[in-house]
């Protein structure tokens, strides 16, 4: 799949078949998230990928709305570093946001797809995961192949028209 065609077929697949996602796969995707630019190049994250049935089970617990990584077949959890100062929170977010994209594009370019969650409950993820307490979660990026419909590119999107986003030269 060319870059402009993982764009346009990536979506939030909640649903997944039971195939396993390749070694190869995984690697590249995780390749993918290593290469995401940062803010001053600080890199300020850590990728724990999760396969095992009973910890996804356990790991969907984190959040309200992570139901779909219990099915996933692998899970990658965005760990980051707690920062005191909120322009450097803000930093690290934008970060985790495009490490985010660079998974969901190598995955959409590989036919497999991806779903955000939210992580709510820390204390429960670092009991699962021992991640230290100078870290938190951040975010999970659940993948799998999807059950219905397979990536392809979306014609209808439900996203505002391009003339309402766009301001050229001026707002
Ligand atoms: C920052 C962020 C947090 C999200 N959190 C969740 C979540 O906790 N659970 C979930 O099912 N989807 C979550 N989503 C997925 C969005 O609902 C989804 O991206 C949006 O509705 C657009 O749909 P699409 O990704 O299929 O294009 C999140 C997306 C983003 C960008």
Redesign the pocket.
């Known amino acids: 799949m060319n870059t402009l065609d993982a764009i346009r077929s990536?979506?939030?697949v909640?649903n997944y078949t039971d195939q396993p996602i390749g070694a190869n796969d995984l690697d590249q995707i995780l390749e993918a998230a290593r290469r995401t630019p940062s803010s001053m190049n600080e890199q300020r994250w850590d990728f724990v990928v999760v396969t095992d049935r009973e910890q996804l089970q356990e790991l969907s617990k984190v959040?309200t709305?992570?139901g779909?990584v219990a099915r996933s077949a692998a899970t990658i959890v965005l760990v980051a570093p707690v920062a005191d100062k909120a322009d450097v929170r803000e930093s690290i977010q934008y970060d985790l946001?495009q490490a985010?994209m660079s998974i969901m594009l190598a995955a959409a370019d590989l036919g497999i797809g991806s779903?955000?969650?939210?992580i709510a409950d820390q204390k429960l993820i670092r009991k699962l995961l021992g991640v230290p307490e100078d870290h938190f979660g951040a975010?999970l990026i659940a993948l799998g192949h999807p059950a219905e419909v397979p990536l392809k590119p979306i014609k209808e999107?439900?996203r505002r028209p391009l003339d309402d986003v766009v301001h050229r030269g001026r707002w």
């Open positions: 990536r979506r939030n909640r959040w709305y992570a779909h946001g985010t779903g955000h969650a939210a975010w999107l439900k």
